[in-house]
């Protein structure tokens, strides 16, 4: 069964330092989020793709948050400066064009000390 | 924006009972809403959804209806499982993004 990668599983960085995820889509899927999950809630999306431009990135915090995904396939997010607050669980998912389905990657599991 | 409401929050139950989740949410658009099972520390695995044509959908187990009218939707896992135990997410959307609710820890007591 196809899944969505994600990498790293975790990451434990400074405050103040820059920090890096990347998703790998299910094959063919031209819609990619990216949620942020913090403990004890449901996700909140922070931008979504189709193909190669951003639909949505209208609750990305663009002082310090980017997201790309250059060639229509795989995409990063990034995060620099990095704040304590930053802490949470940062999953991609993916979904088929015209269709809402989202599948999601086991997420990065972000500590900021 | 849209925006999902969810409760209970967290529901107990013996195994062998049947569980309830439910969901409102507020954009009368709205079309798609899906629900997600998440186990500690694994990604969200959709389980079930329905669309707006459709006032109910059953998958073994499980079903979830939709009022359209009231606009709530709800969860309904029947003779429950201790592996049904897990946090349950209901989400919507206009369709585009998901909306996701607050989640639902369901425990079932063997």
């Known amino acids: 069964e196809a899944e969505v990668a994600q990498s790293p599983r975790y990451k434990i960085t400074e405050k103040s330092q820059a920090v890096a995820f990347w998703c790998d889509p299910i094959?063919?899927?031209?819609?990619l989020y990216w949620y942020r999950q913090i403990l004890g809630q449901g996700p909140e999306l922070l931008v979504q793709?189709?193909?190669?431009?951003?639909?949505?990135d209208s609750q990305l915090p663009k002082d310090r948050f980017s997201a790309e995904r250059l060639k229509g396939v795989d995409s990063t997010l990034k995060i620099q400066p990095a704040e304590l607050g930053d802490s949470a669980m940062y999953l991609c998912?993916?979904?088929?064009?015209?269709?809402?389905?989202?599948?999601f990657g086991q997420g990065t599991r972000l500590t900021v000390v | 924006g849209e925006n999902v409401e969810q409760h209970p929050s967290t529901l107990s139950v013996q195994e062998g009972d049947s569980a309830v989740i439910k969901c409102t949410y507020s954009?009368?658009?709205?079309?798609?809403f899906p629900w997600y099972k998440q186990e500690l520390g694994k990604r969200p695995q959709l389980i079930i959804d329905i669309r707006s044509n459709v006032g109910e959908k059953k998958d073994q187990r499980i079903a979830v209806t939709l009022n359209k009218t009231a606009k709530h939707f709800s969860l309904h896992i029947t003779e429950t499982q201790p592996e049904d135990s897990a946090v349950y997410f209901c989400a919507a959307s206009i369709g585009r993004a998901l909306t996701f609710g607050s989640g639902t820890r369901l425990q079932v007591q063997p």
């Open positions: 998912a993916s979904g088929p064009r015209q269709v809402t389905e989202a599948f």
């Open positions: 954009d009368s658009a709205s079309n798609y």
């Open positions: 094959s063919g899927h031209a819609t």
């Open positions: 793709f189709q193909d190669e431009s951003v639909v949505d």
